[in-house]
């Protein structure tokens, strides 16, 4: 298999994953929101220490504790995954799946308008258009919801933000995950050990099965995000922004054809005009991309002249 259909593979595969994730996530209540993210968080630590024990490979560890700016980053980027988690798993649990796609379709568009704000990058043309149509759907959405869709917008700009720093630290996807996960665990941990002193934990009280799958949520969380690091390696990143749409489609789907989560038609505008807003960007991805190439091509094929 070449590395270009190996690196769909992986892709697809993370992004299938995460896109039946709400799936998941409603076989672990009766546990609360924070309950599930401790565990996940805990979880996470185990799962990929062994794996990094398995591959032997511990070593970074010393060489990041030599870096004080990379670790103060680590923290910067475990708040907002810890943020990012948390407000996905209120969101399915507590029935608004379909907005928490919303928030996934409009991260691509937050990407771009973090690198303005915050990189100073210049945007073509069509960027502006792509952002001022998805402005227009957060007023539709806002109108439609009564209030900012702001658990759409908290999930966007926190594995928005993530993302930039994640870029930032250039830590390879195992070892950025677990340190990101040691550092929430210790807060994890005393959340867990304080809800047990309540008598309120249910990681052991409600069923054999129940407790398995709260297990396996640290699985559950590293293996997408390997397979996503897999798949990045691999792919252009025109290929790997097309496929990026397949988790939030899936997650919508789940929202409104599983779950029955309503679907008026303002709400449904809204939706319509970030598709518009994310086919305009995309269209202008691979144009430029395109562009790039063919510039790329027309260097290589150049014969200098030479002089004597």
């Not at 990094?52 to 004080?68: C, H, I, K």
């Not at 103060?72 to 943020?83: R, S």
């Not at 929202?255 to 005009?273: D, N, S």
């Amino acid at each position: 298999m070449t590395p270009l259909r190996l690196g769909y593979l992986y892709g697809f595969g993370a992004y299938l994953i995460w896109g039946f994730f709400p799936l998941y996530l409603k076989l672990l209540r009766p546990a609360g929101p924070l309950e599930i993210l401790a565990h996940r968080i805990v979880w996470s630590v185990v799962f990929v220490a062994l794996l990094l024990g398995a591959l032997r490979n511990v070593g970074f560890l010393r060489a990041l504790l030599r870096r004080p700016w990379a670790m103060a980053g680590i923290v910067v980027a475990a708040a907002l995954i810890a943020v990012n988690w948390g407000t996905y798993i209120y969101g399915v649990n507590s029935g608004r799946v379909v907005e928490t796609a919303l928030g996934y379709f409009i991260n691509p568009l937050v990407v771009v308008l973090l690198g303005v704000t915050v990189l100073r990058e210049r945007l073509r043309p069509l960027q502006w258009v792509a952002l001022g149509i998805s402005g227009s759907a957060v007023v539709v959405l806002t109108v439609d919801y009564g209030h900012l869709p702001w658990l759409a917008l908290t999930l966007a700009f926190s594995f928005a933000g993530y993302g930039l720093v994640k870029k930032r630290l250039g830590l390879p996807a195992a070892e950025g995950l677990f340190v990101e996960s040691a550092v929430l665990a210790l807060p994890a941990l005393g959340y867990l050990a304080w809800l047990t002193r309540r008598a309120e934990l249910t990681f052991g009280h409600v069923s054999a099965g129940h407790t398995a799958l709260l297990v396996l949520a640290g699985a559950a969380t590293a293996i997408p995000l390997l397979l996503f690091a897999g798949a990045a390696n691999r792919l252009p990143l025109t290929g790997l922004g097309m496929i990026q749409y397949v988790a939030p489609i899936l997650q919508l789907g789940c929202g409104v054809l599983i779950f029955h989560e309503p679907m008026p038609p303002a709400r449904l505008a809204g939706f319509a005009l970030v598709w518009l807003a994310l086919a305009v960007f995309t269209a202008d991805a691979v144009r430029h991309a395109r562009h790039n190439r063919a510039r790329t091509r027309a260097a290589a094929v150049e014969v200098p002249v030479l002089t004597t």
